[in-house]
Structure formats: C-alpha cells, structure tokens
C-alpha cells in the first residue's frame, strides 16, 4: 500500500532512463551455450537448426516490440536496433532489458521442439543482455558492420578448425597450433588444398549471420473521411433586409491523409557492411513518428 509506514523503501529505488534521440542496440548472447551446445550435440562447425531457431525467438521479439527495425545474429547472439524515437517502457533501461531477455528466452524455448524434434531439452537455456545507446546513423551502421565482420572471422576460423579434426585427425589442442598466426588467404588455401573445401561456397547463414529486417510492404493512406467547411451565415444587404444574397455554398475539403506504413519481418542473409543495404532502406535509421 503507498499509504502505509514501508512505502519509504521506494525511495531506494533509483531511475535509469537512457538517454533521449539515441538509438537503443540491445545484444543478447547465450550463457555458457558452449556447454549447452555439447549437451544438446550441436553440429560442428554450424548447427542450421540451431541458427534456426534464434532466428525464430528473434523474428517473434520484433513482432512483439514494433519499434525494432533490425536485428542481427551470429552463432548465439542477436543485437537488436531501437529507432531513435522510441518511448518504450518510457526508455527505462531495465524494463526494457529484463523484459526483451526473457521474452526472447521463452521464444527460445518454446520453439525448441520445432527445431529439434527428436532431442529433448536437458536443461533450460538462458540469454544475458547489454543495451548501448548510440547517437548517430554513422555508429549503428558501423556496429552491424562489426558484428557482421565478426561473424566471418569465427566463422572461417571454425571451419578450418574443425576440418582439422574431423577430417584431419588433428586434436582440438593439435588445431589451435596449427591455425596460431595464420591470415585469412592462408586459412582459405589450408580448406581447399587439404579437404577439398571451397569456403566461397559455404551457404551465406554462416558467413554473413542473419538480417531480420523490418521492410516496408506497401504505403496506405489511414482511413480518414472527407470534412466539411462550414461558412459564415449569410450576410444581408444594407437596403433591403428582406433580401439576402445568395449563400456561398458550402466547400467540400478532404483532410489531409495520414500515410500508414505496412511493413513485413524478412530474414536475410545478405551484406550489410556496404551501402547498397542501407541506401535500399533508408526508413531503418529515420525517425518514424
């Protein structure tokens, strides 16, 4: 009761708004799901069905929350964009952390069995979650850009690493050394020369992670009818008061139309490092009212 002698426990509790006109990136990642991968037999080096299925809690999240333009995932993480403008939870940072954390969790969960029909799960999954606040379009198109280079450089890394032990005979300790100082053309030469592998043809899910994107579908004006202008009462003439002048008649204006956005959710596997994904999609990074 806010009445009663304990309600002056509130006063400990301290605000935490994020910052106004900032876009909100908040990354999630797997807790300890190096552990849960080995638990659950994940396929070495990309499990599909695994990726799948962060794609499937991830497009469910921005389905929940409108205000996410993009979202991005790599192995067991997903960064997802806030547009500047949003006031959710009134930007309360823990509000807005907690709540899209769980909510991606339990889709996480729940689409489990989809996925991996035939493996039971053994024991929860869990997400830890970050929110960074950025203010400009130059620093959100740069922070993709570095998780979408991160994502290549694990995962040519791990596809050579696991070559090596699976089909090179080598132990993990075995290819750590022998990748130690290597550069990409060397680690690309290694796949091909030894195992036949042709890494420009790895499937793009692996190489470029996944782009959930919220893309306009088509542009519809809001459902507002015609308005009526309503004109003075008609005047009378100074000579005969019994005559009026003919009334203007009434104009006929429609109000302005609103334009409503229809969008979809997409998931892609393309490069958002260059140009062409941005300048294709310039409403990701305006402020929409």
Known sequence: MAGTKFAYVRNFELPDPLLPDTYLVCRLDGHSFHRFSEEHEFAKPNDERALKLMDHAAKNVMIEFKDIMLAFGESDEFSFLFRKTTNLYNRRQAKILTTLTSYFTSCYVLGWPEYFPETPLRYPPSFDGRIVMYPTDRAIRDYFSWRQADTHINNLYNTVFWAL???????????????????????????????GINYNEISDRFKKGSVIVREISSERPAAFGPSTSI????????????????????????????????????????????????????????NQS
């Open 231 to 286: 004109q003075p009462p008609p005047q009378f003439t100074n000579d005969k008061a019994s005559q009026v002048l003919d009334p203007p008649r009434p104009k006929r204006s429609k109000a302005k139309k609103k334009v409503k956005l229809e969008t979809t959710i997409e998931v892609l596997h393309c490069d958002i490092i260059g140009d062409e994904f941005w300048l294709t999609r310039p409403h990701l990074l305006e």
């Open 165 to 195: 032990i699976q089909k090179g005979g080598q132990t993990t300790t075995e290819a750590h050394a022998t990748l130690r100082g290597t550069v990409s053309s060397t680690k690309h030469e290694m796949l091909y020369s030894r195992f």
